[in-house]
């Protein structure tokens, strides 16, 4: 029987690979969100995973893991899922998250404008800026297109504009 992260996860339970070096936690958690179709979150990626020596991972293993690759760059959290994707970017800290409210897809685009903005009205209120998080939530392109997605008035979901 298949376990919900199983879904997420093209991998099969554990990678073997030529080399005889047994792969690293790090290494696992990277490989399974390269491959992942979707955000997962570390429980998911737990789930993915399977020990070297039998034995079952822990979580904070996972989340020592995802910190290391927060740090180089390799993977961003998705703060309002609570979920982790892997990113290519030059600058992470300019990426803006496109996540589709139907299908849970999440994609993001480098920004240099709007980050440039940011910094720049941040710096007018004395603000130092020291992790930046953009995530957007709509409708990726397939959902859009596809009859079966409800039609939701996005006005209605904003909040009203302040009275200045």
Do not use: W
Request: glycine share 4%.
């Amino acid at each position: 029987m298949e376990t919900s992260s199983r879904r997420f996860c093209s991998l099969p339970s554990r990678q073997c690979g030529s080399s005889d070096r047994t792969p690293s936690v790090r290494d696992d958690v990277l490989t399974v969100l390269t491959n992942a179709r979707l955000p997962l979150s570390a429980y998911d990626i737990l789930r993915c995973i399977d020990s070297p020596d039998g034995r079952t991972l822990a979580p904070p293993t996972i989340y020592r893991a995802l910190s290391k690759l927060m740090a180089e760059g390799l993977v961003a959290r998705l703060e309002s899922r609570n979920a982790f994707v892997h990113i290519r970017a030059k600058n992470p800290s300019r990426l803006v998250f496109c996540i589709c409210e139907q299908c849970g897809i999440a994609q993001s685009v480098e920004n240099e404008a709007s980050s440039r903005l940011i910094d720049k009205n941040a710096d007018s209120l004395g603000f130092q800026v020291r992790r930046r998080i953009i995530e957007l939530q709509g409708l990726c392109s397939d959902c859009q297109s596809c009859p079966a997605t409800p039609v939701r008035s996005t006005t209605q979901s904003l909040p009203p504009q302040a009275i200045k």
